[in-house]
């Protein structure tokens, strides 16, 4: 099998798994949350909360599921691009890791987005008041994190993150 093809499928196949873990647990918030007190998991700390969200991270830009659409469709289309184009060696599986966790929490809340008009988000942090967040919020945060870090911190070459965009030479 063509090694592109089978780092694909793989790819294919951790999204799958990432993106089904987000839908179980949203669906549990759902069926265990909604209508309900919080969930007390460590007092005045941690709580499970359930929340719908119509907007984007910390409920900016509310009702703008079009424009969400097309930042989803964005970001498969660019980590696809990627995943295909970056070199066979196993120095760039962090970044193909990091762009397969991000298109799965993209395509998490995307889901949610075109089937109820709302994500779903039940994590609180009440100690810090933070915004109530969920699983698929975790992939995109952690793995953008994780990605700047091996972008801008050295792991990658200059010349490797130029032969990254479209229409550049392979790195060597």
């Known amino acids: 099998m ?9 790819c294919l196949l ?22 309900r007190e919080p969930y007390v998991i460590w007092k005045g700390v ?3 909360h359930y929340s719908e969200n119509q907007g ?9 599921q079009i424009l969400f659409f097309i930042v989803a469709l964005l970001v498969f289309a660019a980590a696809l691009y990627l995943i295909w184009t970056l070199p066979q060696k196993a120095h760039f599986l962090p970044l193909i890791l990091c762009l397969t966790v991000i298109a799965a929490g993209a395509a998490g809340n995307l889901a949610d987005r075109v ?5 779903v988000d039940f994590f609180y942090f009440k100690l810090i008041d933070f915004p109530i967040f969920n699983v698929a919020d975790c992939y995109v945060t952690g793995a953008t994190a994780l990605l700047f870090v091996l972008l ?5 070459s200059e010349e490797e993150i130029a032969a990254m965009l479209p229409g550049r030479k392979e790195p060597k």
């Open 14 to 35: 951790l999204f799958y798994i990432l993106y089904t873990l987000d839908q179980i647990t949203k669906k549990m918030a759902s069926a265990g949350l909604q209508g």
């Open 2 to 10: 063509n090694k592109k093809i089978l780092r694909l499928a793989l």
């Open 46 to 48: 941690f709580e499970l």
């Open 56 to 64: 984007a991270a910390f409920g900016l830009l509310q009702g703008q």
């Open 152 to 156: 801008f911190f050295g792991f990658y």
């Open 115 to 119: 089937s109820q008009g709302y994500v």
